[in-house]
């Protein structure tokens, strides 16, 4: 026992009592292996409830010594010379050799550091969390996490009974990262992080860079590999950046992949979700038939309330376990990309839910967030704001932006929630923000943030789209950022939403009365590059679904929906719609359950999908109804004051001078002969007719073609005499 007493005399009180209560800031400094000055070496291994531990050789497993327990659970050796080794545990459960984690150097570069600290570390999840590596010939798992201002952090899990001091982690001092090889650890480990704040233990902390999470309600990341996919989307990869300019045809199909649909038990409630796999399966075709060119995935990110539809994530490198794993969403990725459909993901950089195990407080100060709640609190959604800032959260959320572009080929962003990002007052009465350090109420940092994410976007994967959820009239959210702008490229235009839908859940015989609504969008439609969406946001809480929002009986009802489904595709700016707006379900959405496909055996239903899978047919094919989306030169009023018959008309124009005339009537009442100015063209061919008898509708037109005439009519030398269908949207093209 006499080298157990020299190495007794070699550890402090203060450094034992430190390592039993598990508050030891260095646990490198005095566990593993230490020189004696004699060229040998102490061991030290602190393993609580072991009953006995050996050192063997490393090689071929000899004993090298039995290890002495000090105080219980430290145990201590002495070898005679300095040496590689692995440690032989007894515990009650059974036996355990394993490399001691305590004897491996640092392993997070420098670089790697810096660029984290700096904010501008672009690949975050492929250097830091749990990542599987090897080192020195031994496979194992490092671990690191941002806790700067932690006493001690420590990796837990099964595979040391979650006891927060059998893996103390060792503290890069300058970046405030912990890190911790632990070998021998494999891909699918469960874990968490337990952090020793300033005022005691937190709750154990979910892995803020987790690539993978147990599946909700339980809370725990998991160890991930290297994403395992062997991509086949090369064709459309390359092509990417031609089919995402802003003269090509964008029409987004918005769904929550939980509740598109779902596999169904005898009773017809719920029985699970699909897979992404089985999803693909049922949703790209149907998107194929659909022609729309993108899906618009509601947050796929982890998050641990399912009623927040995913915009209160808190695993942001990680896709959620509730449909299968990264690579199962890889596949579902890859599965659209062939089928020539591009996928967007939401994004919510805005904020993210108090939940104990998340983000909050995270090394027991405002790590994330704000430390001042009128700065850091969302009075609204009763979540936290991200300190955009700070550098290491600047560019951790950078890092998640690029993680599914980069890894996952995403093609698009679409941020949430825009307008909160920007103002420091937003939602807030006087004296409950704090303003900027010049007094006003932008949020610099968030400012700043978003154009660094749009300048880096645009370098590291160009043709990707990144969208603004914008709801205010800032400048220059789609302007590039050396022209001052936000740099997005394309901002939803909820001001046309709004005014629209307005107009049209009106009773027809008051419409004469806010025929400003259908045509004001024309006076800012060229201000920014606009989407017109109709989202999941305006089918919930109480606002009905889209067909439900209509006026009249029955029949008028689905007239109005195939008529505003038609302005909107021939109206300037690229689309988006919500899934099962496409077939009128008359149902507000429901996240827990599936959509009402048994609609579809009604002609009505089935005529309202129809028309929308040929109004994404011609919206593709017909470059006046896309190449000039985002310029006035695409458009040209004929007639915009008939508030009287609520008639609208106008031509939009390809780049080489095609036009397509659009004619919409918004009154039940049929209008035969109703005369409209032409630029030229013998004959007009009816392209599209809203109230066609294929989409169900009344089937009132003009047989096909109409023949100009030489009479002079709104500022054009030629016209046309038109039967106008009631409720109905005509377009046509010259012959």
Not at 165 to 185: A, I, Q, T, Y
Not at 669 to 688: A, H, M
Request: hydrophobic share 40%; with cysteine.
């Amino acid at each position: 026992m006499k080298h157990l007493k020299r190495e007794e005399g070699g550890l402090s009180q203060r450094d034992i009592d430190a390592l039993v209560r598990a508050e030891h800031t260095d646990p490198f400094a005095v566990l593993g292996p230490h020189p004696d000055g004699a060229g040998g070496q102490f061991v030290r291994a602190y393993l609580p409830n072991a009953l006995s531990v050996q050192v063997l050789e490393r090689d071929d497993q000899g004993l090298l010594a039995e290890m002495q327990q000090s105080v219980p659970g430290l145990f201590v050796a002495h070898l005679n010379e300095q040496q590689g080794y692995v440690l032989k545990v007894q515990w009650a459960g059974g036996e355990q050799i394993t490399e001691d984690p305590y004897s491996f150097a640092p392993l997070l570069g420098d670089m790697d550091l810096y660029l984290f600290g700096e904010g501008n570390h672009r690949d975050l999840s492929s250097s830091m969390g749990a990542q599987p590596l090897q080192v020195e010939g031994v496979d194992g798992v490092r671990f690191s996490v941002w806790a700067p201002n932690a006493r001690r952090v420590s990796v837990v899990g099964d595979f040391n009974n979650w006891d927060g001091r059998r893996h103390p982690m060792r503290l890069r001092h300058d970046s405030g990262v912990w890190e911790l090889f632990v070998p021998r650890l494999k891909a699918g480990e469960a874990y968490k992080y337990e952090v020793l704040g300033r005022d005691g233990i937190l709750p154990l902390k979910a892995d803020p860079l987790a690539r993978a999470t147990e599946l909700p309600p339980s809370t725990a990341s998991k160890v991930a590999g290297p994403l395992a996919h062997d991509w086949q989307d090369e064709r459309w990869m390359q092509a990417r950046g031609e089919r995402q300019t802003i003269t090509a045809p964008l029409s987004i199909y918005e769904l929550h992949a939980g509740s598109w649909q779902c596999e169904r038990d005898d009773s017809g409630d719920v029985a699970r979700f699909y897979n992404w796999r089985e999803l693909a399966e049922r949703l790209v075709p149907y998107v194929q038939q659909l022609g729309f060119t993108h899906i618009e995935l509601m947050p796929i990110m982890e998050h641990p309330f399912g009623g927040s539809w995913g915009y209160q994530p808190l695993s942001l490198f990680a896709p959620t376990a509730r449909y299968g794993s990264a690579e199962d969403f890889a596949a579902f990725i890859d599965a659209c990309h062939q089928a020539d459909i591009g996928v967007i993901l939401d994004w919510v950089p805005a904020h993210f839910p108090t939940d104990s195990h998340g983000l909050a407080r995270f090394d027991g100060t405002a790590l994330y967030e704000y430390e001042n709640p009128l700065e850091g609190f969302h009075q609204d959604w009763d979540t936290l704001i991200y300190n955009l800032g700070r550098t290491e959260v600047h560019g951790f959320m950078l890092a998640s932006a690029l993680h599914w572009i980069k890894h996952f080929h995403i093609d698009g962003l679409r941020v949430d929630a825009v307008a909160s990002m920007l103002y420091r007052d937003y939602s807030r009465k006087a004296g409950e923000w704090v303003p900027n350090r010049h007094g006003g109420r932008e949020n610099l940092e968030a400012i700043d943030f978003l154009r660094h994410l749009n300048d880096v976007v645009a370098i590291e994967a160009p043709g990707a789209l990144v969208i603004a959820e914008e709801s205010t009239a800032w400048p220059g959210v789609s302007q590039p950022t050396q022209q001052g702008g936000l740099g997005f490229a394309y901002k939803w235009n909820m001001g046309w939403m709004h005014d629209t839908l307005h107009y049209i859940q009106n009773d027809p015989i008051h419409r004469t009365h806010h025929h400003h609504e259908m045509s004001f969008g024309l006076l800012y439609a060229y201000s920014e590059h606009f989407i017109l969406p109709i989202s999941h946001d305006e089918v919930v809480h109480g606002k009905h679904s889209l067909i439900d929002k209509m006026p009249g009986d029955r029949w008028q009802k689905f007239a109005n929906l195939r008529a505003y489904l038609t302005f909107m595709w021939a109206h300037p700016g690229k689309k988006l719609l919500f899934m099962g707006c496409e077939f009128g379900q008359w149902r507000e959405w429901n996240h827990d359950s599936e959509l009402d496909w048994y609609l579809l055996k009604y002609p009505e239903h089935l005529g309202v999908q129809r028309l929308v899978g040929d109004l994404n047919r011609l919206y593709r094919e017909e470059r006046a109804l896309h190449e000039q989306d985002c310029q006035p030169q695409g458009f040209q009023w004929l007639i915009g004051d008939d508030a009287h018959n609520s008639v609208y008309a106008w031509l939009r124009w390809s780049a080489s001078g095609e036009p397509l005339l659009v004619v919409a009537n918004f009154t039940p009442v049929p209008r035969e002969g109703y005369r409209i100015g032409v630029p030229f063209g013998e004959r007009w061919t009816e392209v599209l007719n809203s109230d066609a008898q294929d989409y169900a509708g009344s089937n009132f037109g003009n047989l096909g073609e109409v023949v100009s005439e030489a009479v002079p009519s709104h500022g054009q030398p030629l016209s046309l005499r038109l039967n106008l269908p009631p409720l109905g949207v005509l377009i046509l093209r010259p012959r």
